[in-house]
């Protein structure tokens, strides 16, 4: 159902969102002025892309009526509202313009918060990553070093279900992984407990740009923050130089104190992804392009990804 905001009211939620995105994004913008790096939490800016100028500009999401804005006029994706002076975000210019990023993102959103979260990958794809390397994706050195670290990986089994993780693994620790991953294959496989996937949930919202309402966006960016601080602290480096405790994977209570910030995180990701399907297509939410199934192949894979 469409809605409309007065000058006044949409102005102060611009202020406060933008208010509430430079506190986010302050340490980072200050290491940036310094010509300092941080090996956890820079990586929502370099990997994603996203600068923290996306971050402080507000939508109000799909369908909601600015009034009195003609300056959004020409902003992507925003078409006349019901009042002369009023825009709205279009969901339909979006879907017109990009029909299959559109269709990427339903899907990925929908199968993913669908499917039951895994919760026994331990986080081990950062230690496929530098299994039988001297190259590591950081200059730090390895908690366990090299030897310790690659028998890590070799007593265990390696249950990645997340393709832009295990594209990074090794050459020796892609035959490890329970199921090959593909590109075709990520919307098939793609499930809730993973954390790159809770990651990606920020990922989507920006694609969706203006349909989804800004506070939404910044929730998505805060659990892809605390998502990050647990991936690296479960991850074979040693970052005590930058204050990071590590989650011992390697032992029991590593791996149990790991499965449950998982599953914490598993729950936030799937509220986040049924609030951004609301925000972008309503509160009756049928799939719009008729591709809510995955593939024969994709549901083979998933089985084998879930026998234990």
């Given at each position: 159902m469409s809605s409309s905001l007065t000058r006044t009211e949409w102005a102060a939620r611009a202020q406060t969102h933008a208010d509430r995105a430079d506190a986010l994004t302050?340490?980072?913008r200050a290491r940036q002025q310094r010509g300092e790096k941080h090996p956890v939490e820079d990586f929502l800016f370099t990997y994603y892309s996203y600068k923290p100028a996306q971050l402080r500009r507000w939508h109000p999401g799909a369908g909601v009526t600015l009034q009195d804005a003609g300056e959004r006029a020409e902003w992507r994706w925003y078409s006349p509202g019901v009042e002369p002076g009023g825009y709205a975000p279009d969901a339909e210019a979006f879907r017109g313009e990009k029909p299959q990023l559109a269709s990427l993102v339903e899907r990925m959103l929908r199968l993913t918060a669908a499917r039951p979260g895994q919760f026994g990958c331990f986080g081990l794809h950062e230690w496929a990553m530098v299994y039988r390397t001297d190259e590591h994706r950081h200059a730090v050195p390895l908690r366990l070093g090299g030897a310790g670290t690659d028998a890590?990986?070799?007593?265990?089994?390696l249950r990645c279900t997340h393709f832009d993780a295990f594209r990074f693994f090794t050459d020796d620790a892609?035959?490890?992984?329970?199921?090959?991953l593909t590109r075709e294959s990520q919307p098939d496989l793609e499930q809730p407990g993973c954390l790159h996937a809770g990651m990606d949930v920020y990922k989507w919202a920006v694609k969706l740009g203006p349909l989804v309402p800004g506070e939404l966006l910044l929730d998505a960016f805060e659990l892809a923050s605390d998502i990050r601080r647990l991936d690296m602290e479960a991850a074979p480096y040693d970052l005590s130089a930058w204050g990071i405790v590590p989650v011992?994977?390697?032992?029991t209570e590593g791996k149990a104190e790991y499965v449950r910030r998982q599953r914490?995180?598993?729950?936030?990701g799937n509220l986040l992804r049924e609030a951004l399907l609301t925000a972008w297509l309503?509160?009756?939410?049928?799939?719009?392009?008729?591709r809510d199934e995955p593939s024969s192949a994709g549901r083979a894979q998933r089985s084998s990804a879930r026998r234990d």
């Open positions: 302050a340490a980072h890590v990986v070799e007593a265990a089994e892609v035959p490890r992984n329970r199921v090959p011992r994977i390697e032992t914490v995180f598993a729950e936030r309503g509160r009756d939410q049928r799939p719009s392009d008729g």
